[in-house]
């Protein structure tokens, strides 16, 4: 089983910054990227190779290294208040797709 190591994590005030980084060991996944969930909401997509969700572009910068990911938040609002996933994605040699997720770690922006 891979096991994802999320940091970075914590309470911050509105404006202030935080850096999530997340180690996947084992093969060199396909897909590493970050969701998160806000309370009562649907986990969402936040930043990955493909862009980044609407409300957080030019803010946030996602930057991967081969198995480890960082995402940086900068200018942080009340409503980015979740807890962050780290989502990996390997393809394995039948093209099946098997997908892993952090423990999650939780941003709260407030004053």
Same mark, same amino acid.
């Given at each position: 089983? @891979?096991?994802?190591?999320? +940091?970075?994590?914590?309470?911050v005030?509105?404006g202030? +910054?935080?850096?999530?980084s997340? @180690? =996947?060991?084992?093969?060199?996944?396909?897909?590493?990227?970050?969701?998160?969930? %806000?309370?009562?909401?649907? *986990?969402?997509?936040? %930043?990955?190779?493909?862009?980044? =969700?609407? +409300?957080v572009?030019? *803010?946030? &910068?996602? +930057?991967?290294?081969?198995?480890?990911?960082?995402?940086?938040?900068? !200018?942080?609002?009340p409503?980015?208040? =979740? @807890?962050? /996933?780290?989502?990996? *994605? /390997? &393809?394995? %040699?039948?093209?099946?797709?098997?997908?892993?997720?952090?423990?999650? &770690?939780? @941003?709260t922006? !407030? !004053?």
């Open positions: 089983q @891979v096991q994802l190591v999320e +940091s970075g994590g914590g309470l005030q509105p202030g +910054s935080l850096t999530l997340c @180690v =996947a060991p084992g093969p060199i996944f396909t897909i590493m990227d970050w969701y998160r969930q %806000a309370p009562g909401k649907q *986990r969402e997509l936040v %930043a990955g190779f493909t862009g980044y =969700a609407d +409300s572009k030019g *803010r946030f &910068t996602f +930057s991967r290294d081969k198995n480890t990911i960082n995402l940086q938040m900068n !200018s942080l609002k409503e980015d208040t =979740a @807890v962050y /996933y780290c989502h990996a *994605r /390997y &393809t394995d %040699a039948g093209f099946v797709d098997h997908d892993y997720w952090g423990q999650g &770690t939780q @941003v922006v !407030s !004053s």
